[in-house]
């Protein structure tokens, strides 16, 4: 479907928001204030995004986000953080190198860093027009497992996918399993996270038992919400674009398997994962998933929220706290991990 004819779609059919904004890389280190507060190193090396007030604490009762004084989001009241683990490639020597990001199609100017998506309904399909709630200051979540190494663990989350990419704009087929060959112009990964909320707690002990998927169906079809979890809030989604070009040159394994490792170790693709801290100002959130906007075209006007430029982005930045090497090549993956394969068939 072409841009012009989604556009018309959306005219014809007021009430679905979908914003699609970027943030640039603010950090590259080994610290998560969800699955390992406080721990500095915490188990593996993390790409971060968003407010600065970034730190291996973050206490939930604190509104740590609240307290940056910068964001490398494009929305200026958006300094939640979103983050997910960071790709290595395994050369034929057993040595790992980390590969680079890409800004996204459209935000080829940002630092690295991940495109974020906030949906009322679904992308393609204009039909619904529901209301979807904000999360609230303190609000956390993870989606993926990451010892999931089997298909059928990775079946237990929906939409977690690769797209190997031989055109920049290039958005399908999505597989579950890192690909297996050389993809012109590199990898994307999808992140899609729940949708129904219990309505009661920010957080829970495994950071992901608070939230549900649809009861049935999907959020994109308007599937309800399980009555244990009976808030629909908005589809966050992240895309991540990984260079993976520059080692199209280098030799692959000659069994034909894939040579690109999760920063913890996993050579499956099936243990990707996000993770989710809320820190938006006030309504801001509300107010974008309240409108009927679509993408970045007149999100930030609809809804009254300032947008900053993508040099703007760039300038804000952390300073690592861990001096380790993550970038050159590596006898082992930060942490100590080293490739691990599924169970073989
Ligand atoms: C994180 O930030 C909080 C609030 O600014 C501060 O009290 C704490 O010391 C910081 N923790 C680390 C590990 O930097
Ligand atoms: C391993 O292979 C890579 C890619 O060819 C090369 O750059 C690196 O120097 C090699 N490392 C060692 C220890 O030989
Ligand atoms: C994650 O995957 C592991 C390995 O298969 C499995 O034992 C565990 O039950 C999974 N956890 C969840 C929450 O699915």
């Not at 059928?152 to 920049?168: E, I, N, P, S």
Request: charged share 20%; with cysteine; aromatic share 12%.
């Amino acid at each position: 479907m072409h841009w012009t004819t989604l556009l018309a779609l959306v005219l014809a059919a007021p009430g679905s928001a979908v914003v699609r904004f970027h943030c640039s890389q603010l950090v590259v280190q080994r610290v998560d204030p969800l699955v390992d507060p406080g721990q500095i190193p915490s188990s593996h090396v993390h790409q971060i995004v968003g407010g600065n007030s970034f730190n291996a604490t973050m206490d939930p009762a604190k509104d740590m986000p609240a307290e940056s004084t910068c964001t490398t989001c494009q929305f200026t009241e958006d300094f939640s953080n979103y983050w997910t683990a960071v790709l290595y490639f395994r050369a034929q020597n057993g040595s790992y190198k980390r590969v680079p990001q890409l800004g996204n199609n459209q935000f080829e100017k940002a630092r690295g860093g991940l495109t974020i998506y906030y949906m009322q309904d679904a992308i393609y399909d204009q039909g619904q027009s529901s209301k979807v709630t904000a999360f609230k200051p303190g609000f956390r979540m993870f989606v993926g497992n990451v010892s999931a190494r089997t298909i059928t663990d990775a079946a237990r989350y929906r939409q977690l996918t690769y797209v190997c990419m031989d055109t920049w704009t290039q958005r399908a087929p999505e597989t579950m399993a890192f690909p297996t060959r050389k993809c012109k112009e590199g990898i994307m990964t999808s992140i899609r996270f729940p949708t129904c909320w219990d309505g009661k707690n920010l957080d829970s002990p495994d950071h992901s038992s608070h939230m549900s998927y649809p009861e049935t169906g999907t959020f994109e079809s308007g599937g309800p919400c399980p009555a244990t979890h009976p808030v629909r809030t908005g589809q966050v989604m992240y895309e991540v674009v990984w260079d993976t070009k520059q080692f199209n040159d280098l030799e692959w394994p000659a069994d034909g398997s894939n040579p690109f490792v999760w920063s913890f170790g996993d050579a499956t693709g099936y243990a990707t994962h996000g993770d989710y801290v809320f820190g938006w100002k006030g309504d801001a959130l509300q107010r974008i998933l309240d409108t009927s906007c679509w993408f970045n075209t007149n999100c930030h006007k609809e809804s009254n929220s300032v947008v900053q430029s993508v040099e703007k982005m760039n300038e804000c930045a952390q300073e690592r706290v861990l001096d380790e090497d993550i970038d050159g090549w590596l006898d082992a993956l930060p942490g100590g991990y080293q490739a691990q394969y599924g169970p073989s068939a």
